[in-house]
């Protein structure tokens, strides 16, 4: 089990650290999700590694007619569709199989702080995060990489004791911070990363 002192890496380095495709693939990723660097990243490959590699072993198992193993495969897309991963009913082991590491980075904090139009973008969101104004239902978080489940998406919010939280705060009245997420058919919010063309403030008050 190892040594209870020393905590275990939670990602992979790349077996072939100068792969082109790879490393230009990584950048488009950083970019898009406002990522901090590459463990980001690799922490979010490491946790779909984990989930694949459960639904290939259940896979096996069940060829062998495993009692048990039905069930955990249930247990396994139970708790993907609470976290938003897969749909809630309908799925199958391969669809496990077919996710991609942006399904995980589409649920990490900054990326729904971002899309329900708390920050202009993905990098403010964080920002935002990391100083404690963002709350999850009245708890307040300080960690982007946080998956939310469905449940607990709805109550993202800015923080009550954060002075962001005001609609008089100068970052939200210097039109920094968008308004809600747009209706249904309307255009939303672009996840490219870009800067705005406005000036953004890069450590707000409070």
Known sequence: MGD?????????????????????????LLKKYGLKNKKELWRSQYVLRRFRQRARELQARIRTRDKQAEKERE?????????????LEGTTL???????????????????????????TPRQ????????????????????????????EPGIT?????????????????GQIPGPPAAEGEEGPDLSGDEPSAPTAEKPEG
Do not use: C, M
């Open 75 to 87: 247990q396994l897309l139970r708790r993907l569709g609470r976290l938003g991963l897969l749909p």
């Open 158 to 174: 800015y923080d009550e004791r954060s002075p962001i939280s005001n609609d008089l705060h100068p970052v939200r009245q210097q």
């Open 94 to 120: 391969d669809d496990v199989l077919a996710l991609d590491v942006e399904a995980i980075l589409s649920r990490r904090l900054q990326t729904l702080t971002f899309l329900k139009g708390l920050a202009f």
């Open 4 to 28: 209870p002192k020393f905590s275990r890496a939670k990602f992979e380095r790349p077996s072939h650290p100068w792969e082109a495709e790879r490393i230009k693939a990584e950048n488009e």
């Open 125 to 152: 969101a964080r920002q935002f995060i990391v100083h404690g104004h963002v709350s999850i239902g009245g708890r307040r978080v300080t960690i982007p990489g946080v998956l939310v489940s469905r449940t607990q």
